[in-house]
């Protein structure tokens, strides 16, 4: 929350109105400036509940209606700014700036309470290069998924490579190949699969076969491109030994789209 700004998000105007001393708050907002979508179709606070956490309206036409005071923005006012400042604690400052901290990485959806802090420390590692525990990788990743896109999730996942020593972890690997194979990013993602080539390659046997699995995929995705029949057989060779390790689903569907672009 910005209270510098020119307007403010109901939404987050809605956790204020219920701490005390809000009385101030309510009559900032009441004869004040809110909008649904559309800034420039505005209408006049009539009235502020703070339990049923409503606004009534009048309209442009001279209509009044309620609505959640959620579902819009208010524009911002010195007396709204004072008292919005005023009900504020260090531990908003703390979530505000945690919220500056995701957006500059690229997380443009609201992150949850819980989900915050973890998501948080996953970035900051990021920028520090630093490798997470296992554990924490996944987590995440996971929340990198569920607010951002493949490039946050691969962005994430590069940074804590660059922290890793060598061979890097087997997961990792296999984490950043997904997000850059999903993000379009074929030409990056092929090299970090180089890794099953290598003899002490710090692969388990799971991850040596997701691996080559990925391998193969990212071969045919580039046989698509060009028909370049050599890329076929890498992708053939990625299969094969995938299934000597052990058969598998995922095995199963690199064969067999391997058979359809044969035929």
């Known amino acids: 929350m910005a209270i510098d700004d020119e307007d403010i998000s109901g939404e987050d105007i809605v956790p204020l109105l219920h701490r005390p001393n809000s009385q101030a708050l309510i009559e900032a907002l009441v004869h004040g400036t809110?909008?649904?979508?559309?800034?420039?179709?505005?209408?006049?606070?009539?009235?502020?509940?703070?339990?049923?956490?409503?606004?009534?309206?009048?309209?442009?036409?001279?209509r009044t209606r309620s609505v959640p005071l959620a579902s819009g923005y208010v524009l911002m006012t010195p007396a709204l700014a004072a008292a919005i400042a005023e009900l504020r604690t260090p531990a908003d400052a703390a979530r505000d700036k945690a919220e500056r901290a995701l957006i500059a990485f690229g997380f443009r959806a609201r992150v949850e309470e819980d989900d915050r802090l973890p998501l948080l420390a996953a970035v900051e590692a990021a920028q520090a290069y630093r490798l997470p525990w296992r554990e924490d990788r996944f987590e995440g990743l996971r929340l990198a998924r569920?607010?951002?896109?493949?490039?946050?999730?691969?962005?994430?996942?590069?940074?804590?490579?660059?922290?890793?020593?060598?061979?890097?972890?087997?997961?990792?690997?296999?984490?950043?190949?997904?997000?850059?194979?999903?993000?379009?990013?074929?030409?990056?993602?092929?090299?970090?699969?180089?890794?099953?080539?290598?003899?002490?390659?710090?692969?388990?046997?799971?991850?040596?076969?997701?691996?080559?699995?990925?391998?193969?995929?990212?071969?045919?995705?580039?046989?698509?491109?060009?028909?370049?029949?050599?890329?076929?057989?890498?992708?053939?060779?990625?299969?094969?030994?995938?299934w000597a390790i052990e058969p598998s689903e995922q095995g199963s569907a690199l064969y067999n789209r391997i058979r359809k672009l044969e035929d």
């Open 146 to 242: 569920k607010y951002g896109t493949p490039r946050e999730e691969a962005r994430l996942a590069a940074a804590w490579l660059e922290g890793a020593g060598d061979p890097p972890p087997g997961d990792l690997v296999i984490a950043l190949v997904s997000a850059l194979r999903e993000s379009g990013r074929l030409v990056e993602a092929i090299p970090h699969t180089e890794l099953v080539t290598r003899k002490a390659s710090g692969l388990d046997k799971d991850e040596m076969r997701i691996l080559l699995i990925q391998r193969g995929n990212l071969w045919l995705d580039r046989y698509e491109l060009g028909r370049d029949t050599e890329l076929l057989e890498r992708a053939r060779q990625c299969a094969r030994r995938s």
């Open 34 to 62: 809110f909008y649904l979508d559309d800034p420039d179709d505005t209408a006049t606070i009539l009235r502020v509940d703070p339990h049923t956490r409503a606004v009534q309206l009048r309209l442009a036409s001279g």
